[in-house]
């Protein structure tokens, strides 16, 4: 336990470095088990601010009662354990399959989905066809009442009003790989 607080003081030094510094981002490898999560809530410094990086899945944890899943998202600060009021983001889901049954022979189907607040996730287009294991680039930006999150080509804008926001990283039931991921102020 001790290690990790370590890694995640030298990662928030690094993700809070201004973006004059030139400074790669922090690389975070979010592995859990089956039917387990990891969350990490990272503090935003200010608003506004832009959050960037890129998320891949590496491995898929076989559950038959949750789906492997990561999600970034601008949140209110809330509890440890406790879930956000307000949240706007994007999650990376996949779902394992036979790759006999699949055009790409790929063991799982990954998919890419904005998400607001606990309303039902609206996936991305063509996401589907996106074979596992691809570096997922995004970029989210907060304002202060409106998050825009960037994937790939496409882009959404959302209200969102975050007390105190944090950015808020979850895993669950296998393991996912995020890299250059950077908190930077904007202006």
């Given at each position: 336990?001790k290690?990790?607080?370590?890694?995640?003081?030298a990662?928030?030094?690094?993700?809070l470095?201004?973006a004059?510094?030139?400074?790669?981002?922090?690389?975070?490898?979010?592995?859990?088990?089956?039917?387990?999560?990891?969350?990490?809530?990272l503090?935003?410094g200010?608003?506004?601010f832009?959050?960037?990086?890129?998320?891949?899945?590496?491995?898929?944890?076989?559950?038959t009662?949750?789906?492997?899943?990561a999600?970034?998202q601008?949140?209110s600060?809330?509890?440890?354990?406790?879930p956000?009021?307000?949240?706007?983001?994007?999650?990376?889901s996949?779902?394992?399959?036979?790759?006999?049954?699949?055009?790409?022979g790929?063991s799982?189907?990954?998919?890419?989905?904005?998400?607001?607040?606990g309303?039902?996730?609206?996936?991305?287009p063509?996401?589907?066809?996106?074979?596992?294991?691809?570096?997922q680039?995004?970029?989210?930006s907060?304002d202060?009442?409106?998050?825009s999150v960037?994937?790939?080509?496409?882009?959404?804008?959302?209200?969102l009003?975050?007390?105190?926001p944090?950015v808020?990283i979850v895993?669950?039931t296998?393991?996912?790989?995020?890299?250059d991921?950077a908190?930077t102020?904007?202006?």
């Amino acid at each position: 336990m001790k290690g990790i607080v370590h890694i995640c003081a030298a990662g928030m030094a690094l993700l809070l470095c201004p973006a004059s510094a030139e400074a790669a981002g922090i690389t975070y490898d979010c592995d859990t088990a089956a039917d387990h999560f990891s969350e990490l809530d990272l503090p935003a410094g200010g608003t506004p601010f832009v959050v960037s990086g890129t998320l891949q899945l590496n491995a898929l944890a076989a559950s038959t009662t949750y789906v492997p899943i990561a999600r970034v998202q601008i949140a209110s600060a809330a509890a440890p354990g406790e879930p956000a009021k307000a949240y706007a983001g994007f999650s990376l889901s996949a779902l394992p399959v036979d790759p006999r049954k699949t055009p790409s022979g790929a063991s799982a189907i990954q998919t890419l989905s904005y998400n607001v607040s606990g309303k039902d996730d609206e996936l991305l287009p063509f996401s589907i066809m996106t074979k596992p294991g691809t570096a997922q680039p995004f970029t989210m930006s907060y304002d202060g009442s409106r998050v825009s999150v960037s994937l790939g080509a496409e882009t959404r804008s959302i209200p969102l009003k975050a007390a105190d926001p944090v950015v808020k990283i979850v895993c669950s039931t296998g393991e996912f790989l995020f890299t250059d991921l950077a908190i930077t102020a904007s202006r």
